[in-house]
């Protein structure tokens, strides 16, 4: 018998992550994978999440298909596939107590970004492209333990007072790249097993529900 309990949480995470990718939330997505950390290892977590993600990704792209900012994912991105391969290296040799360790880290580590005047100090450093490159990385990092690379991405784009249309496509493009990107290591690593893949498949529907309610 299913855990009302644990679908519960899983609806909540999944439905708040949802509502964070399409701005409504701002960064509360940032919980979403240590939420389920609480019902199942934090990889599984990880694993279960990123099929949800990459159908959130979809609607997203199609909605700002034609409002992203070219030169900025020419930035970033090769710093962020930096990011996901030492990620990827760092996750194939560390306990799974090791990995929900990090994923609290990671976490507490935004939640403080977000209490603290440090990001503001951080926004105000004028957007260089190795500044870019940096904090591409550091964002292809943090979405590969725990999904939660937009506040590194933020830091780099916020300054460029984008339109909200082109910041929010420019956001959409670079995370569906680096989720697409993270289907490889987390496939050799076995977090898309058979039983995480059939908890995405019922799952995206709520993830897709909150983009859209979230828009």
């Not at 107590?97 to 005047?117: E, H, S």
């Not at 050799?188 to 529907?205: D, E, K, T, Y």
Request: aromatic share 10%; hydrophobic share 60%.
């Amino acid at each position: 018998m299913i855990d009302p309990v644990i679908v519960a949480v899983a609806v909540f995470a999944v439905l708040i992550v949802g509502l964070s990718k399409a701005g409504f939330l701002g960064g509360l997505g940032v919980v979403g994978v240590p939420l389920l950390a609480l019902i199942m290892p934090a990889r599984d977590a990880a694993g279960m999440m990123l099929p949800v993600l990459l159908c959130m990704d979809a609607v997203a792209v199609w909605m700002y298909r034609k409002e992203f900012d070219r030169s900025i994912l020419k930035i970033m991105l090769p710093g962020a596939a930096v990011g996901t391969l030492l990620g990827w290296a760092l996750w194939s040799f560390v306990s799974d107590a090791v990995v929900l360790l990090m994923v609290g880290v990671v976490t507490l580590l935004f939640v403080l970004d977000a209490m603290l005047p440090l990001r503001k100090k951080l926004e105000g450093l004028p957007p260089s492209k190795p500044w870019g490159a940096f904090w591409g990385g550091i964002a292809g990092f943090t979405s590969f333990i725990s999904h939660t690379g937009g506040p590194p991405f933020q830091i780099y784009v916020l300054p460029k007072r984008l339109p909200p249309a082109v910041y929010a496509g420019t956001t959409s493009v670079f995370f569906a790249i680096v989720n697409t990107a993270k289907l490889v290591p987390y496939f050799f690593l076995g977090q898309l097993s058979v039983n995480n893949l059939s908890h995405s498949a019922m799952l995206a529907p709520v993830g897709v529900l909150g983009v859209l309610l979230g828009v």
